[in-house]
């Protein structure tokens, strides 16, 4: 008779464990592709063309990849009009995406920038 007694606790033990516990964990994401893995700030990126040519070193300076800086910055330089280039202010700003671009007049240097602090600059080589 004690065996039975015990089973209608046991029961209930059984059942409101379930109420507390921790949501089952979350599918792991995916692992990262190089190319999406978030470049050390300053890292160099390879070179681009700029205006009329011009060669531009690209470098990551915040949480983003060479592959995106790289594209950001061609589609950048794709974008601006002559009369953009040519502004007394310097070229610029540019939205391309996320992304505001542009730099100072007669500065060789080119900044775009998100509003979640990543950054990517091109220098003229």
Known sequence: MKSLAVLPAALAVVLLSGCGADPAPAAAPPPSSPASTPAPAGTPC???AGLQGAKNKVVAR?????GEATQVLTDYFAKLT???????????????????CGSGPNDPVTSCSTEDDRQIDATRS
Do not use: L
């Open 62 to 66: 915040g949480k983003t990849d060479c």
């Open 46 to 48: 390879g070179e681009i």
């Open 82 to 100: 002559p009369a953009e280039a040519a502004s007394p202010q310097g070229p610029g700003p540019v939205v391309i995406g996320a992304w505001t």
